[in-house]
T-cell receptor, first 112, second 113 residues
Framework: SQTIHQWPATLVQPVGSPLSLECTVE??????LYWYRQAAGRGLQLLFY??????ISSEVPQNLSASRPQDRQFILSSKKLLLSDSGFYLC???????????FGSGTRLTVV | KNQVEQSPQSLIILEGKNCTLQ??????????LRWYKQDTGRGPVSLTI?????NTKSNGRYTATLDADTKQSSLHITASQLSDSASYIC????????????FGTGTRLTVIP
């Protein structure tokens, strides 16, 4: 069966520090991978998605970047965090419109 | 414009009571509609998925309905339990593309004893 791992669960980082959140998927090949951010009381906002190794599409201009160094690994990064980067970050994978999308357990990022 | 709207924004009900959450969408071309349950501080978990031809889908005490003509869906929760307290998110998919999900902002359900 397929599983998705996301870590860390919580993170407190000072302004200006770098960020690296990692997401890995097991039990499938060539999945579509997604990074979402969810602000308190708001819906999920798509940040990046990837349809293959090294292929990254960005949905909104921001202080973050994403990379997919391996088929089942998706990384969300920042060189210098801003206060506005605080939020709940979710990784997800899917195989297309007719299949389910599975979310990771999320990372609560607080930038102080 | 592709949009998904949910109502109510929040809801408080007594344990044991039933409730119905609403989802209206304008997403086209429509592929499927999913309801997710998201516990506080956790990732969303899929409850049901319905395609164009399906009118209803059940998962235990959760029953989702879909009217593709009016582009409306509802999630009915029967005999609510305290553990049902969560956000319920309606997600609609386009037929094609990797970036094909449209999310509602969710309904925050609180079940009180």
């Amino acid at each position: 069966s397929q599983t998705i791992h996301q870590w860390p669960a919580t993170l407190v980082q000072p302004v200006g520090s770098p960020l690296s959140l990692e997401c890995t998927v097991e039990g499938t090949s060539n999945p579509n991978l997604y990074w979402y951010r969810q602000a308190a009381g708001r819906g999920l906002q798509l940040l990046f998605y990837s349809v293959g190794i090294g292929q990254i599409s960005s949905e909104v201009p921001q202080n973050l970047s994403a990379s997919r160094p391996q088929d089942r690994q998706f990384i969300l990064s920042s060189k210098k965090l801003l206060l506005s980067d605080s939020g709940f970050y979710l990784c997800a994978w899917g195989m297309g419109a007719n299949y389910g999308y599975t979310f990771g357990s999320g990372t609560r990022l607080t930038v102080v | 414009k592709n949009q998904v709207e949910q109502s109510p924004q929040s809801l408080i009900i007594l344990e044991g009571k039933n409730c119905t959450l609403q989802c209206n969408y304008t997403v086209s071309p429509f592929s499927n509609l999913r309801w997710y349950k998201q516990d506080t501080g956790r990732g969303p978990v899929s409850l049901t998925i319905m395609t164009f031809s399906e009118n209803t889908k059940s998962n235990g005490r959760y029953t989702a309905t879909l009217d593709a003509d009016t582009k409306q869906s509802s999630l009915h929760i029967t005999a609510s339990q305290l553990s049902d307290s969560a956000s319920y998110i309606c997600v609609v998919s386009l037929q094609t593309g990797a970036n094909n999900l449209f999310f509602g902002t969710g309904t925050r359900l609180t079940v009180i004893p």
